[in-house]
Structures are given as C-alpha cells and as structure tokens.
C-alpha cells in the first residue's frame, strides 16, 4: 500500500458564506459508505474554541487573530488525514495565496475539490435568515471565490443536498486523475 493509500481522504467543498456547504456535507457523512469526519470553522467557532466574546469586545482584535487562526486550521487537515482519517471539510477558499497554501499542506493526499455554487440572491436571503452571519459575506464570496479553482465537480446548490451527496459519492468514486487539486499545482513549484 503507498503512502498516499494509507492517509485519509479529503473531500472539500468550497463555496460561499451561507451557500449550503454545511447540509451537503451532513448529507454526504450519512450516505458515503466509508467513515468521514465533517470539518469545518464554524465547528470550532461553534465549540467555543475562539474567545469570542473576548475578540465581540474589542480585547482582543480578530485582526491580529486571523491569519494564526486560519493557519492553524489548515495545517490540522493535514494532520487529520495524515492520522488516517477521512475527512469532508466546508470551506470557503478566500484567495489564491489560501489556496495555494492548501496545496504545500495537502499535496501528498487524494483531496477531492467540490464547488458548491449557489444564486446570489439565495445566498444573501439565506444570510438574512440565518441571523448569524455579518451582512454582505456571502456577496463579497460570491464574487472571488470560485475564480481561481479548477474543480473535480461542481454542485448547485439550490438541488437537495441529499442529491448533491449522491452526486459527490459517484463522481469520487469514479473520478479521474489527475485530481482538480493534483491539476492546479501541476508544474508549479509550490
């Protein structure tokens, strides 16, 4: 078995604030017939990892927070999947420079790039519903964050996400290589 076979797998979809990343992968852990772990910021924001009333206050600036924050987290997919655990991640993939600082951590595992595109207009109404998003995320996502990444598949959104999942399973279980993700660092000293 090589070294790739014997680390985790990692399907990550990337899309925008609010545009559904969260119910497709639920979906997806439920229906994918090997174990899967589904990670994600708001998890951690969600378990109380961050000082948030700390950082709400101004004590401590998220400014200054951020780029360790974010850092940190993409490094621990790695060691994730270097443990041997498959993961799904939800991510929203801000800029190049994020990107192709995924590709240095996770070049060496089968990671499966999924899009998940979304209508503004939907994004932004559910961003109004969900009460806890800052107004205006999901349009400056919308905007950037799907220009520079070359995908294994890509999923509307607004279709049930138990169908999305359907779709991610079959196209990772019959995907091609080179992957999306092994196809944007090809040739690039990374």
Aim: hydrophobic content about 40%; aromatic content about 10%.
């Amino acid at each position: 078995m090589s070294k790739k076979e014997s680390q985790g797998k990692v399907i990550l979809l990337n899309g925008a604030s609010s545009s559904g990343k969260s119910s497709i992968a639920v979906a997806l852990q439920a229906s994918i017939d090997q174990p899967f772990w589904h990670i994600s910021i708001d998890h951690l924001r969600d378990a109380g990892v961050l000082p948030l009333d700390r950082i709400r206050s101004g004590e401590f600036p998220w400014p200054t927070l951020r780029n360790a924050f974010f850092e940190g987290f993409h490094r621990s997919l790695a060691a994730y999947a270097q443990a041997g655990n498959n993961l799904i991640v939800e991510h929203i993939i801000e800029t190049p420079q994020w990107l192709q600082r995924l590709g240095e951590i996770l070049r060496s595992f089968d990671v499966f790039l999924v899009g998940v595109h979304c209508p503004l207009e939907e994004i932004e109404q559910r961003e109004r519903a969900r009460g806890d998003r800052r107004l205006g995320d999901a349009r400056r996502d919308f905007e950037t964050i799907h220009a520079f990444v070359t995908y294994d598949l890509e999923l509307d959104a607004t279709e049930p996400p138990a169908a999305n999942a359907r779709r991610v399973i079959d196209a990772w279980r019959y995907r091609q290589t080179p992957s999306g993700f092994e196809r944007l660092f090809k040739n690039k000293e990374i």
